[in-house]
T-cell receptor, first 115, second 114 residues
Framework: AAGVIQSPRHLIKEKRETATLKCYPI?????VYWYQQGPGQDPQFLIS???????DKGSIPDRFSAQQFSDYHSELNMSSLELGDSALYFC??????????????FGPGTRLLVL | GNSVTQMEGPVTLSEEAFLTINCTYT??????LFWYVQYPGEGLQLLLK?????DKGSNKGFEATYRKETTSFHLEKGSVQVSDSAVYFC?????????????FGQGTELSVKP
């Protein structure tokens, strides 16, 4: 079965640079969630989209922005990168809007290292 | 606000030992509860879930029962294998109060020795 695809899998950037992370949800899934997992930490919710509209926002810095496109893939744009942004970024997808009770399926993550 | 608390790790067991990882939660509504597993270098995989009180989720020999009276969702397995070594995350989703986002516990690292 098709899973959630994230690209790139690994990314190395310098401080103050920008990065774009991409997420391709499971086919037919219309809801995307982004999470950030720091080293040895639990995943923290960043932002979610349903039917191309932002549905919820968590602890996402103002330097980050995200959107969901017409084909339901999503991109997380990160600017003015800081050392503390180094983390594993997960995308998860589900069918039906937030609150519909559908299980979230996670991608393999993008490991971002900021030097 | 909503939160999840797990027992601290790492937990080290011998193969075929009984496993319990405690998880308790705080929620204002009626959350769904999940256990996710993360193998080294990999993403999060759903292990099991329960959507209402007294439901039991089970998968691959693991099981957990949604206990509303004790606000708990402890993970158990009767006989662990070396391949079960991973980090286990308990999570909740408070569908009606906080949308569908998952709130995770801090994770419990399990190491199973042959």
């Amino acid at each position: 079965a098709a899973g959630v695809i994230q690209s790139p899998r690994h990314l190395i950037k310098e401080k103050r640079e920008t990065a774009t992370l991409k997420c391709y949800p499971i086919p037919r899934h219309d809801t995307v969630y982004w999470y950030q997992q720091g080293p040895g930490q639990d995943p923290q919710f960043l932002i979610s989209f349903y039917e191309k509209m932002q549905s919820d926002k968590g602890s996402i810095p103002d330097r980050f922005s995200a959107q969901q496109f017409s084909d339901y893939h999503s991109e997380l744009n990160m600017s003015s990168l800081e050392l503390g942004d180094s983390a594993l970024y997960f995308c998860a997808s589900s069918l039906g809007g937030p609150g519909e009770g559908e299980t979230q399926y996670f991608g393999p993550g993008t490991r971002l290292l900021v030097l | 606000g909503n939160s999840v608390t797990q027992m601290e790790g790492p937990v080290t067991l011998s193969e075929e030992a009984f496993l319990t990882i405690n998880c308790t939660y705080t929620a204002t509504g009626y959350p769904s509860l999940f256990w996710y597993v993360q193998y080294p270098g990999e993403g999060l995989q759903l292990l099991l879930k329960a959507t209402k009180a007294d439901d039991k989720g089970s998968n691959k020999g693991f099981e957990a029962t949604y206990r509303k009276e004790t606000t708990s969702f402890h993970l158990e397995k009767g006989s662990v294998q070396v391949s079960d070594s991973a980090v286990y995350f308990c999570a909740l989703s408070d569908l009606y109060n906080q949308g569908g986002k998952l709130i995770f516990g801090q994770g419990t690292e399990l190491s199973v020795k042959p």
